[in-house]
């Protein structure tokens, strides 16, 4: 009490000394509501404004109240005549009384006394009943939907309910028809068992005094158009044996109100404000009945409304339209499926398949979507009831058992022309036969390849888009990320085979960030790339194929973007002198094209500005410890080395050098790669070329 007292003094004495406002009731605290209650005049040059002041006791970590009752209806004015502030968060109580009175002297000037528009609509505000909360849907206006009927039938479905002491306290409906519109939900929403409503369209909000909301019927009933009293007096005797709600909700009519809003300066939706009517009130199965709309003398009982139409629901954020408007299939729905498929679908799209065989087991939970309580049942009908329930605009469907299958198996045609319907496809099966199956049918559909490395350090997305052999990409991948080992955790006994060790937070924080690049993709109209994410000193960053082509001979070069970022680390750090070193990787297309994994470099060479001389033997101590770790899959592809503040134009000596390395009898090919790194102040600009017939010729980066 003790500090009540000394802010109370703080209070009467700091609201007396500001010069505009005038203190004509001491504030006093309110034990029961925990408040400091005043009253105030604002000085204005044409009028004085009197406010009700209150203060919460934990002012300012909760917002003050100006309460006015001579102004009613203006913007930014809630329903119990309170001004709405948005005063920023500042917790020093002389410095935030000081920022709310300012506010108040803005909303003042702004809305009372200039009557300013605002940009954008202000929903009127309004005293619910809090018993229903009720969702439609609706786009922009187009002129000349109520012509024909301005009023109606409308249908409705309950989309969940509390029950307390067998009576519904609260429930949450959505439209299905309305406003001569049927709603268009996903399939699982529109089988909900329907209720029928009515509605009625009326041109103009349902406001007095600027934006204050109609609370009577007298005052509505005029706004009602032309036969709407006699269509709803026939709707009560029509509707008199149907079930108007669910079986604990049937005392009341739901009566929807649609006017026009603006979205912008030319265009307009609809927005849907409901009514519950007591059914009681008109009986229906009287043929006398005297009870009219027009006479109905009771408050009006307005309930909370959503527009959840498909941009609104989606509206604070969503995938490329590329993504959400395309038929996905997903195969593999265990860790990594299922959560992709949840991003997806909390990400707007409409359409899903999903492909497993597999039911959930205790294993899974910990870093799937599943629940305990999906164990035992099957991973794509429980996904699909999650799905479901995650968005009402997504169709999900379940397909058969896609398996590894072979062109010479009768299986082949059938799976390819199924997986030919879909527009895009994701990989996470795991399963080698899938990734080579999906390889070699050369699908028109975009496919990505998506797994992911013990413990989640690393997640690889491979697309077939720039690669002909999946399979051989991803290898290459986990050769240069030195992630070739098999897994090692195991649960329990037995001869089923290990799986890795990955917790689902890390392995979500690498799929957002691999989906997110996916999606920029599509966004930026750019062609899609292979690449992989991974954690290194607790940052996720990107690797990223990056192609070069020699259109005479018609040979490509593949090399990660970690590659390249590498070698600009090394030749920066040894500038101004030359520096150098040598490619590995393989062959794939009978040679065609070659894929830079890593770069090695030597630890024993002389260098100066004008030149670099690595220690053969030093480089082929390194070569040798990679050829006993990968064998034959991880082999020499060529040489580089920088030109500092130049070009990367090969010289005499380059030329030379090359050319010998191509005639030894010592390695493995005989048209070795050589790689210019010719770097400056603000370039990087690395230029590859391949020896071939006493030649080189260089390669074009694709963009």
Same mark, same amino acid.
């Given at each position: ?18 010069k ?8 006093s ?39 006015c ?41 702004q ?54 002491? /067998?009576?519904?306290? @609260? $429930?949450?409906? #959505?439209s +299905?028809? !309305? ?6 939900? %996903? ?11 009515i ?15 109609i ?20 709707f ?46 008109f009986?229906?199965?009287?043929? /006398?009945?005297?009870? @009219? $709309?027009?006479? #109905?003398? +009771?408050a !009006?009982n ?5 527009? %959840? ?19 996905v ?45 999906d164990?035992?049942?099957?991973k ?30 009768e ?61 051989e990409?991803?290898n ?10 098999e ?126 001389q ?82 080189l010729?260089k390669?074009?980066r694709?963009?």
């Amino acid at each position: 009490m003790r500090m009540n007292e000394q802010e109370l003094k703080f209070y009467n004495s700091h609201f007396g000394e500001i010069k505009d406002i005038k203190l004509v009731k001491e504030f006093s605290f309110d034990a029961k509501m925990k408040t400091f209650n005043g009253k105030i005049i604002l000085k204005r040059k044409k009028s004085n404004i009197e406010f009700d002041v209150l203060i919460p006791e934990d002012y300012p970590l909760r917002d003050i109240k100006f309460v006015c009752l001579d102004l009613t209806g203006y913007s930014h004015q809630n329903y119990d005549n309170s001004v709405c502030l948005n005063t920023p968060f500042v917790n020093h109580i002389y410095s935030r009384i000081d920022l709310d009175i300012d506010k108040l002297r803005g909303w003042v000037s702004q809305y009372v006394e200039q009557e300013k528009p605002d940009k954008y609509y202000e929903y009127c505000p309004a005293i619910f009943g809090g018993v229903v909360n009720f969702i439609f849907q609706e786009g922009e206006y187009h002129h000349g939907r109520f012509e024909q009927s301005a009023f109606g039938e409308m249908q409705y479905s309950v989309l969940n309910s509390q029950v307390s002491d /067998n009576k519904v306290s @609260n $429930l949450t409906a #959505f439209s +299905q028809k !309305i406003g001569n519109k049927e709603i268009d939900w %996903s399939s699982s929403f529109k089988q909900k068992t329907k209720y029928t409503g009515i509605w009625v369209y009326i041109n103009q909000e349902p406001i007095l005094d600027r934006k204050r909301r109609i609370d009577n019927w007298s005052d509505l009933v005029p706004l009602l158009p032309e036969g709407f009293l006699s269509y709803f007096k026939d709707f009560c005797k029509r509707t008199a044996s149907c079930k108007l709600g669910m079986k604990t909700f049937q005392n009341k009519i739901f009566l929807s109100v649609g006017y026009r809003i603006p979205l912008d300066e030319d265009r307009h939706e609809i927005n849907w404000d409901l009514i519950l009517l007591p059914k009681n009130a008109f009986p229906r199965k009287l043929k /006398n009945s005297t009870q @009219n $709309l027009e006479k #109905f003398n +009771q408050a !009006i009982n307005w309930e909370q409304s959503y527009n %959840s139409d498909y941009h609104r629901f989606f509206g604070r954020g969503a995938f490329s339209p590329k993504i959400t408007n395309s038929k996905v299939l997903i195969l593999g729905v265990g860790a990594l499926g299922s959560s992709l498929a949840e991003i997806l679908v909390r990400g707007g799209l409409k359409n899903l398949t999903v492909n497993d065989i597999d039911v959930v087991e205790p294993g899974n939970i910990c870093r799937s979507t599943y629940s305990f309580t999906d164990i035992g049942r099957s991973k794509t009908e429980q996904l699909c009831v999650r799905l479901m329930n995650i968005s009402p605009f997504v169709e999900v469907d379940i397909t058969d058992g896609i398996i590894p299958s072979s062109p010479k198996s009768e299986d082949y045609v059938l799976f390819k022309t199924n997986l030919e319907k879909f527009d895009i496809i994701f990989d996470c099966a795991a399963n080698n036969g899938i990734v080579q199956m999906l390889s070699d049918m050369k699908l028109t559909s975009k496919v990505f390849y998506l797994s992911m490395t013990d413990r989640a350090k690393d997640m690889l997305c491979i697309s077939n888009i720039d690669c002909r052999s999946m399979i051989e990409r991803k290898n290459q991948m986990l050769f240069s990320l030195d992630s070739t080992q098999e897994a090692g955790f195991r649960e329990g006994t037995g001869c089923w085979h290990p799986t890795f060790e990955a917790s689902y937070f890390d392995i979500n924080q690498l799929l957002n960030y691999t989906l997110k690049k996916i999606n920029l993709t599509f966004v930026l109209n750019l062609p899609h790339k292979s690449f992989y994410t991974y954690f290194r000193n607790e940052i996720i960053s990107c690797s990223q194929d990056i192609k070069f082509i020699q259109n005479e001979l018609g040979l490509t070069i593949s090399i990660e973007s970690a590659c390249l970022d590498k070698i600009y680390d090394l030749v920066l750090f040894h500038s101004p002198n030359e520096f150098g070193g040598i490619f590995v990787g393989n062959y794939i297309n009978n040679y065609t094209e070659v894929v830079i994994s890593d770069v090695i470099v030597p630890k024993k060479f002389k260098n100066s500005f004008m030149g670099f001389q690595p220690d053969p033997n030093d480089f082929n101590s390194q070569l040798k410890k990679v050829y006993e770790k990968y064998g034959k899959r991880i082999v020499y592809i060529g040489d580089w080395h920088s030109h500092p503040n130049s070009t990367n134009q090969y010289s005499q000596p380059d030329f030379q050098s090359i050319k010998s390395v191509a005639k030894s009898l010592n390695v493995n090919t005989h048209n070795p790669i050589l790689m210019i790194a010719a770097f400056g102040k603000d370039y990087f600009d690395p230029g590859f070329y391949v020896y071939f017939n006493d030649k080189l010729y260089k390669y074009e980066r694709v963009k």
